[in-house]
Structure formats: structure tokens, C-alpha cells
């Protein structure tokens, strides 16, 4: 009977999974959230911003994983210092997991038109198992007698860096730094594997209307495949967008989106199996309602038009995804 419940919690945990070298829920929000990939991008736009995230994977399969998640960031000192934030709840089937973090980040400029962005960050997230939803068990098993839930809890941190040159970026972290094992009760336990990502993106200026973003991230958890994703996003006016995105494992992904009014922002995202489990799941979908603060007097709604100079040390403005508004170099030199 320990046997067969040890299998069925295994079964249930690499169905969270939903994709090889992955550890936590996947995401297309980073496209237009930068901070949800790398909280080390907290402040890349200069402003506050908040989101709410609703994600359903496997739609055609029952008790297939949900997940709700709120993240955003503020300044905390000038525009160099900013504290951020992220929690998601997971529900698949028996398995529910839990994740907080909380993040500071520091913008250093190193040259007229170059930043870096560091971010550190820590952890805490539990998992937890209930018993009263499986069939089949003897409730007289000396594993789970006297118990409706297994939890388990532990605490973690990670780091990041991103280097930002005009519209190039490139970065890594370390999303779970440390290995750990969580321990529900003494003969059954999970461990949480160090994680690795790297990004790169770039945002393509094709004439005054259209911008082309181009995105590469690339994941390696220990003892796991890569797994890598790449995207295409065209943008119309710096307010509307849609894409694609291929995951390794057979997936594309479908993105729309757009600034709706002022500071709110809309995205969905709907995924396709290819290959592999992913197909014949019913794909996922995925929601997200953002909104950026003090944008009454921002670029993008009073765009800037000819040459314009700042004091030095000052960064240029950004438009909504974080890229320069103005395409001559020269914004940074004294008059």
C-alpha cells in the first residue's frame, strides 16, 4: 500500500511538471512581464507595475493543473532600487503548491546607453497532498492514518542578472539556488533541484509603427533535459501585439494582446500541443490583467517627437515594453 501511494504522488507531481527541466508552472507572460521570468527586471520600465495571472493547462484532461498568480514591483529609493514580489498558488488534482517571493533589485549604469540589473530574491513555497480525494486507499495504512493532508514546506532564494544595451537584453538566474528536500513525512519526500535559466531578446524597430520582439529563453534544472522557447511578437504602435512562441516538447504558443486604457493592461495566450503528452491534452490557456501606475504622462501616450537631451546619469525614457523612445543615440549627451 506504501508503494502504490509513493507511485500515485510521483504520477501526480510530474503531471505539474507539464514539460521536461521544468520545476514550477510555466508562464508566457515574460513576454510583456519581463519581472516573471527574472525578478532581477524589477524597475526595467521605470515605473510600478502589478499583475494578475490566471493559467489552465491540459484542458481536456480531468484534474489537469490551475494556476493563480500575482506578481509587481515598486521603487523603493530614486529610480536605482526597487522591492518586488510574486505569489502563485498551483492546484493539480491532489497536489496543491504554494510559492512566495520577495525581491530587490538595483539598476548600475555602466555606460551612456548601458545598464546592468541585479536581483536577489527568496523563497518560500509548500506543497501539499490531500488524502481525502484519493480512492482506493486503506485509511488504516500507517502512512497516512489520522491525516487528510501531507504538507510539506521549505524555504529558498535565487539570483539574476540582466545587462541591457539600447534594445538588447541578456541575462541568467538562478530561480531555485539550492537543492532541497521537503519532507511530508519520513518515508515520502520531494526534492527541489537547483535551476538554471538564460535569456536574450531584442525588440526590432521595422518603421515608425511596427516593432518586431524577438525572445529566447533556455532552461536546465539538474538531472533534467533542457528545455528552451523561443518567440516572434510583433507590436503596432507600441500598444498593440501578437505572436507566436515554440516550446521544446511540441508546443505552440498563440499570444494577443494590448493596452487597453492608460495603465491597464490585457493578455491571452492559448497553447497547442504538437508531439508527445501535449498532444490531444486540450491545450492551456492563459489570462493576464496588468496595470502600470503613473502612465498619465507617460511616452507612450505623449509620444516624443525630434531630438531631446537629459543630464547625464539620467536613463532615457522608456516606452511600454521597457525599450528606448527615441531612436537618436545621442539622448544622453549635455547640451
Do not use: C
Not at 521544468?22 to 521570468?37: E, G, K, V
Not at 482506493?136 to 542578472?161: E, M, Q, T, W, Y
Not at 508527445?276 to 498619465?296: K, L
Amino acid at each position: 500500500m506504501k508503494k502504490r501511494l509513493v507511485y500515485i504522488l510521483f504520477i501526480v507531481f510530474v503531471s505539474v511538471l507539464g514539460a521536461k527541466g521544468q520545476q514550477f508552472p510555466l508562464t508566457t507572460q515574460y513576454l510583456f512581464n519581463p519581472y516573471a521570468l527574472n525578478p532581477a527586471f524589477a524597475g526595467y520600465y521605470g515605473k510600478p507595475e502589478v499583475y494578475l495571472n490566471f493559467r489552465k493547462d491540459w484542458t481536456g484532461i480531468t484534474g489537469s493543473p490551475k494556476t493563480f498568480r500575482a506578481n509587481g514591483y515598486g521603487n523603493i529609493y530614486k529610480d536605482v532600487m526597487w522591492l518586488g514580489g510574486e505569489i502563485y498558488s498551483d492546484k493539480a488534482d491532489v497536489l496543491n503548491r504554494f510559492k512566495m517571493n520577495l525581491s530587490y533589485s538595483y539598476i548600475l549604469q555602466v555606460q551612456e546607453e548601458q545598464y546592468l540589473y541585479f536581483g536577489v530574491w527568496t523563497s518560500f513555497y509548500q506543497n501539499s497532498v490531500n488524502l481525502a480525494n484519493l480512492t482506493g486507499v486503506d485509511p488504516n495504512d500507517p502512512l497516512i492514518a489520522n491525516r487528510s493532508k501531507l504538507n510539506g514546506a521549505a524555504f529558498n532564494a535565487g539570483f539574476g542578472i540582466n545587462y541591457n544595451w539600447r534594445e538588447l537584453n541578456i541575462g541568467f538566474a538562478f530561480p531555485t539556488l539550492f537543492s532541497t528536500k521537503e519532507e511530508y513525512v519520513s518515508t515520502v519526500n520531494f526534492k527541489m533541484q537547483r535551476e538554471f535559466l538564460f535569456h536574450v531578446s531584442n525588440m526590432f524597430r521595422l518603421n515608425d509603427k511596427w516593432q518586431l520582439q524577438v525572445f529566447s529563453v533556455f532552461r536546465k534544472t539538474k538531472n533534467q533535459p533542457m528545455n528552451a522557447e523561443f518567440s516572434v511578437m510583433p507590436v503596432y504602435m507600441q500598444r498593440f501585439w501578437g505572436g507566436l512562441l515554440f516550446r521544446t516538447g511540441g508546443v505552440l504558443a498563440l499570444n494577443a494582446g494590448g493596452m487597453i486604457y492608460k495603465g491597464l493592461v490585457f493578455n491571452y495566450s492559448y497553447e497547442i500541443g504538437l508531439t508527445g503528452i501535449n498532444n490531444g491534452s486540450g491545450g492551456a490557456h492563459e489570462i493576464t490583467v496588468g496595470y502600470r501606475f503613473n502612465m498619465d504622462n507617460d511616452a507612450f501616450f505623449n509620444r516624443i517627437k525630434g531630438k531631446k537631451t537629459y543630464r547625464k546619469g539620467k536613463k532615457r525614457p522608456r516606452n511600454y515594453y521597457g525599450y528606448p523612445e527615441i531612436m537618436d543615440y545621442s539622448w544622453n549627451k549635455n547640451k
